[in-house]
């Protein structure tokens, strides 16, 4: 009966509903049965006043407001199906199952369609909509149906794969729309609720609070930062609203962490509503969405690593590597920098720090704090456009690192050897070739085939000069600079 279950009328449901009655406000009297002529039961019931009217502790204003505003989304796709059974040899005992025409793939569809439900929010007069592009991936037919029952067609005017953010735009004027909130002003324990279309069973409301901001490093969506709430999500509420004690969008429903259940567990991802109106912005001014591009790769500062770099404080960003020829290149960054802010903004961590790089315009020059070998200096940086997807995975990855060495095994690496790695033969250092995982710093976040170059900032191109290096550390936490495929980090 589709998960849910209806319980048959009986004494206890009686008594439910009473005990669910009375926890909503209703004064339910306690009287002792009498017996009235006739042998028929009395019961003394006491009504609430009419006139009362409804609660005024409620949310019930807000969601009156906001509920014309949330629309359900239907999409639908041709998706072709791989014929695994043509080419199959006839087989009696699959013939019984499966019909006497198995394994010829007469019977076997090669196109299907794919029906996809979700939620949206109307944010403009002329019909704009706001959803995620998950929701419309791919879509040849969309339908939006909204809170008054009129179902109308959509255009997909855009979508941002890397943010599941997407534009729809309905047929026709005067839309009821939301009032978009600034959603850097969210704070974590506000109230949120989230209006959607949750397993297709018409508009929900649900109620929790913020629960955390700036959630990122998910591995959900290519650019994270999202809004975290317990209001309860489930599917269909993707592309919904997530809104403020005063009826503002503050958040796009996106995702759920449901550990395989596939519904709410009190966790949910909501897109901050700054982010998909900026994304819209752009799709409705050039058509698409460019980035800025800075040319880095960036790891988190780990507390082994601030100690070798000297620092008492775990602050900003290390570069871990710069790309040839990229902006931060060209301007004077270099590899082993720590970037401490942005245009006079502290960067607290390596997801802070591209978000803000990818949301600015290309051709844009922005002022870079580093600390390098202990000295501040100010770098003016003008971002270039962000390369294909291929590229940004090289150039743009943050990679996080944990401490390093002991139960460790290297050898020279030779030409050859490199070439196999994919690297330049003439790629000098150490490579890893095992990894005792029962030893202390068996988790250090080196890996088999990482080639070691450095120690400290000293180059090393041989077993005896790493031994060397690493011996001239001594006690002390050494800092190695890693190739793994040709993109360089550090590791302390």
Known sequence: MSGIQFLRKSRALALGIAL?????????????????????????????????????????????????????????????TPNQLEGMPSDPFFQQFFGKHFGSGSEVPKQRREQSLGSGVIVSPEGYVLTNNHVVDGATDVKVTLSDKRELKAQVIGTDPKTDVAVLKLEGSNFPAITLGDSSNVQVGDYALAI??????????????????????????????????????????????LVNDRGELVGINTAILSHGSGGNEGIGFAIPANLARDVMKQILDHGKVTRGYLGVVIQPITPAMAKALGQSELKGVLVGDVSPKGPAQTCGVERGDVILDLNGKAINDSNELR??????????????????????????????????????????????????????????????????????????????????????????????????????????????????????????????????????????
């Open 196 to 241: 959607g279309n949750p397993f297709g069973v018409g508009q929900t409301v649900t109620m929790g609070i913020v629960s955390a901001k700036g959630r990122g490093n998910l591995g959900i969506e290519d650019y994270e930062d999202f809004i975290q709430t317990d209001a309860p999500i489930n599917p269909g509420n993707s592309g919904g609203a």
């Open 20 to 80: 669910a009655a009375a926890a909503g406000g209703y004064a339910i009297a306690r009287a002792t049965p009498s017996v009235a002529a006739g042998g028929h039961i009395r019961a003394s019931i006491r009504i609430a006043d009419p006139s009362e009217g409804p609660s005024k502790l409620g949310f019930a204003p807000i969601v009156k407001q906001v509920l014309p505003n949330v629309v359900n989304i239907s999409s639908s796709k041709v998706v072709r």
């Open 355 to 492: 978000n803000t790089i990818a949301m600015m315009q290309p051709g844009q020059t922005v002022t870079l704090k580093v600390s390098r070998n202990g000295n501040m200096r100010d770098l003016n940086v003008k971002l270039g456009e962000l390369p294909s997807a291929k590229e940004e995975v090289r150039n743009e990855r943050s990679d996080n690192s944990k401490n390093t060495l002991e139960g460790v095994s290297v050898e020279n690496l030779d030409a050859e050897t490199a070439k196999e790695l994919g690297l330049p033969a003439s790629t000098k250092g150490v490579m890893v070739t095992d990894i005792d995982p029962s030893s202390p710093k068996g988790d250090s976040g080196l890996r088999k085939g990482d080639v070691i170059q450095e120690v400290n900032h000293q180059p090393v191109h041989n077993v005896a000069e790493f031994e060397q290096a690493l011996h001239k550390a001594g006690k002390e936490n050494a800092l190695l600079l890693v190739n793994r495929g040709g993109t360089t980090l550090f590791i302390a």
